[in-house]
Structure formats: C-alpha cells, structure tokens
C-alpha cells in the first residue's frame, strides 16, 4: 500500500472557522440519528405501534451505523473527501426529508437505515480534523469537533422536542432537512479539496482496516472502553423519555426535550479537556479510569431520579446526567487522542474500528436498556446501562500494559 505525500508536508489550513462549521456539521447530522428517542411515545402512538417496537428505530440506526463504520469509513483515505462528504450528506438530507412523510413504521426503519449508512461522514469528519491541524492543537481540534458531536446529540432532544410541541413528530424531519441541505452546500464550498492520503483499492483498504484489530491491541481495548461508554449513553437516552412520559414525571413533549439541555453540558468538557491532553499526554491512562468510575456512579444517582421522592428525585436524575454525560464525552475524547497517535496516516481506518465497536455497544445498550424497561421499569433500566462502565473498567485495567509498551503513558 502506498501512501500519499503526507498530509504534514502540505500546508495545515484548519482554521478556527472550519474547525467550528466541521463541528456544527458533526452535530447537525449526528442529531438526525436521534431526534427519534424523545418522540419515541408519540411516534409510537401516532403509528399504532407499541414503545418497544418503536425503539427499535434507535438500534436500526445506530445498526446501520456500525456497519457504513466498517465498510464506508475507511474509503475516506484513499477518495477525495469533500466530494465523498458531499455525496453522503446529500443522500442523508434526502433520507431525513423522506422520513418527515414515511406512512408506518416500516417506512421509517428503512429511512433509518438509510440514515445511520450515510451520516458516517461524522467520523471522517474527525480524523480529517486531526490531519489538518498541527500536532500541538490535534487533541483540541478533535474535542472542537467532538463537542460539536455529542452537543449535537444532546440538543436534537431538546429541538425536537420544541419542534414535535408545534409541528408534530414530522416536523422536525421536515426543518431538519432543510437544515443539512444548507449545511453541505456550504460544506463544499468551504473545505480544500485535498488528494487522498493512501494510494490503494477499495477491497486493499479494507483488509488493510480489518488487519489493525489483529495488529494494534491498544486499538483493541480503546475500542471496547469506548463501546462501554456509549453504551451506557444509549441505554439511558433510549428509556428516559418513557420515564418522563410515565406517571411519575408526566412531562409534555416539550419538557422532554428541554430536559436534554440537563445534559447538554457535558459536551463542553471536551472543548477544555482537549487543551490539557495535549500539555499532559500521560494522564491519558488514569484519567480514562477515573471516567470510566465516574460513569458507573452516575447510575446511582440516575436510579434514584426514578424514586418517588417529589422535586429530590428530578434534581438527582439531572446532576447524575451531568456526570454521566461528561464522562462519555472524555472517555472517548481520551480514547481517540490514544487511537489517533497509532498510525497517523491511516487516521481513517483507526476511526473505522473504533467508532464500529462504539456503536456496536450503543445499539446493544438501546435494545438492552429497552427490554430491561419493558420488564422491570426503571431499575432495570439503569441495571443495564450500569453493566457497561462496569467492563470499561476492566478494559481500562487490561489496556495498560499495551499502552505502557508503545509509550502512550
């Protein structure tokens, strides 16, 4: 496999405002992936279908995600990428438009799935960030963008919330669309058109990804923390809003999604975070275990939001959202800062494996969490989500002396 003159001996051109736009890309098209959970009880009604079967919309996207991961992702080192962005966000923008008018469930699973193929562009998106900048600002341009992710996920809940109160689950399939129209128009217009890092086929590339699993065990087990973090992640955002709805809470549509701004602040953690990675490499390891404790205690706070204990409860259920919000956010701003240092010309393909082995275990976190719903409510719920932090420690633990042995603490 031959590589392209590299990317370091060309001109580094991030920019303060690409690194923000490539942010808000990330978030626009990452929140297509979820408007659905806060309207999972109204889509379900509006579609006669029950809750669970509508939850599994969460776990078709997030499905079909893993799988553009691993057979999408890598394409992006060896194609000129702004035109590989462009075709992917137009053929999403057009599944986000269909799904505003889908006729059942059916419809909207394939829509889906559509949807969670083509917004894989979100983790090139990152690695093309990393490449970009200079060595001294990488971590920081990879939280900038990030941040944009996750914040992106977290406000859709509240967008579509305001939206669905006005207009209807539709409604904010139909805004959103217009919205990533706008966004990769702009897209094209305002990233360099740079030659593709790796010279090799397709079939070439791929094998080339499937062989990091066997080659880079840091990869490995970065890989499994992160699958662990998201989830967990998943497994709550899935089943809170069946909390909220229910008797104990009876939030509206609007107060559902006003309830993920709780949320919302832990993404600015790896705005900041980013800055100190960089000054302070070998933290990297302690801190990922110090995440991965505090995401599991963030469940006992969460469990008891779902105690009948009047306004103790809500205010219990938004500070363990705090805490575990920021903890998914540096677990795996910490995990791709370590990836990233691996093989810096094959940035793509580092992406590839890690984010299809993270989406993996949001989709098992999404359909565990909601069966765990259905049969024991909320302790179940939380039981299951717990269970994830609870391997990332253990893959924390098995992680170190692989990463001691390359240097990275």
């Not at 490499?281 to 991965?292: D, E, F, N, S």
Request: with cysteine.
């Amino acid at each position: 496999m031959d590589y392209a003159e590299p990317t370091a001996a060309r001109t580094r051109t991030l920019t303060r405002g690409q690194a923000r736009f490539l942010a808000f890309t990330a978030g626009a098209t990452a929140a297509n992936l979820y408007y659905a959970q806060p309207l999972l009880p109204t889509i379900a009604t509006s579609l006669r279908v029950s809750q669970t079967s509508a939850a599994l919309l969460v776990t078709l996207t997030q499905l079909s995600y893993g799988a553009g991961l691993l057979l999408i992702v890598p394409a992006a080192d060896i194609t000129r990428r702004r035109t590989l962005f462009s075709i992917l966000l137009g053929i999403d923008t057009l599944a986000v438009a269909a799904s505003a008018a889908a006729p059942d469930l059916r419809a909207l699973g394939a829509l889906a799935l559509i949807m969670g193929l083509t917004s894989v562009v979100i983790q090139m998106l990152i690695p093309f960030a990393a490449t970009l900048a200079d060595a001294g600002e990488r971590t920081h341009a990879i939280g900038t963008v990030l941040s944009g992710l996750l914040t992106g996920i977290l406000l859709s809940r509240t967008f579509a919330g305001i939206v669905a109160q006005i207009a209807g689950w539709r409604g904010v399939y139909a805004i959103a669309a217009v919205i990533m129209a706008t966004t990769t128009i702009v897209l094209y217009r305002s990233l360099p058109d740079l030659p593709p890092e790796v010279d090799a086929g397709y079939g070439a590339q791929l094998r080339e990804t499937l062989s990091l699993v066997r080659t880079q065990p840091v990869l490995r087990w970065r890989s499994l923390i992160g699958a662990c973090g998201f989830g967990a992640f998943s497994a709550f955002w899935t089943t809170v809003s069946f909390l909220l709805a229910g008797p104990q809470y009876r939030f509206s549509q609007l107060e559902i999604g006003l309830f993920a701004l709780a949320g919302a602040a832990g993404a600015l953690v790896s705005a900041f975070a980013g800055k100190h990675i960089d000054a302070r490499p070998k933290l990297r390891w302690p801190a990922t275990g110090a995440v991965q404790g505090t995401l599991l205690a963030s469940f006992a706070l969460i469990w008891l939001g779902g105690a009948h204990l009047h306004w103790l409860s809500l205010a219990l259920l938004v500070t363990g959202v705090l805490f575990m919000d920021a903890a998914v956010q540096g677990s795996n701003l910490l995990g791709q800062s370590v990836v990233y240092e691996l093989l810096p010309q094959a940035r793509s393909r580092l992406t590839s494996i890690y984010m299809t082995t993270m989406f993996i275990g949001g989709s098992l976190g999404s359909w565990a969490a909601a069966h765990a719903y259905e049969r024991w409510g909320w302790a179940g719920s939380c039981g299951s989500a717990a269970a994830f932090p609870a391997v990332g420690l253990l893959g924390w633990l098995a992680a170190r002396r692989h990463e001691r042995g390359k240097a990275l603490i």
